[in-house]
């Protein structure tokens, strides 16, 4: 489903580029042992989940990506990010009705010595 806000009876579409924006915004983690899943419906009988994992053990910056495809799953670990970080290039993460989707998100902490995390994110379907 194509983004959509309605303002005063006209109707708008969110697109970038050759993509329309289904789905965009941004959340908090509830508390630091908490992760932040998006589900997305690509089509009637097609959904997957990403989850976004945080971790700390002191050591290097990493970012590790794991795809379960009979789960239709796609997990993100962030392990040991102190500062904001994102993608610098929309990540393709699958394809609906033969068009690909991408995402693009950036994570940082809400304050320093907390690990909550805010996450803003934008996922995009090929027009």
């Known amino acids: 489903m194509i983004k959509e806000k309605v303002f005063w009876r006209i109707k708008m579409i969110l697109s970038s580029g050759n993509y329309n924006i289904i789905e965009s915004g941004y959340a908090l983690t509830f ?24 971790q700390e053990n002191g050591e290097e910056r ?36 033969g068009k690909k989707i991408y995402l693009h998100f950036w994570i940082e902490k809400v304050a320093e010595n907390r ?13």
């Open 115 to 127: 690990y909550i995390r805010k996450i803003q994110y934008t996922v995009y379907k090929e027009k």
């Open 31 to 54: 508390d630091e042992n908490s992760n932040i899943v998006i589900e997305v419906k690509a089509a009637v009988n097609f959904k997957f989940r990403i989850i976004f994992e945080f």
């Open 62 to 97: 990493q970012l590790e990506r794991d795809v379960d495809e009979k789960n239709n799953t796609i997990i993100y670990r962030f392990i040991n990010f102190q500062e904001g970080a994102g993608t610098a290039e929309a990540l393709e993460i699958g394809r609906a009705s």
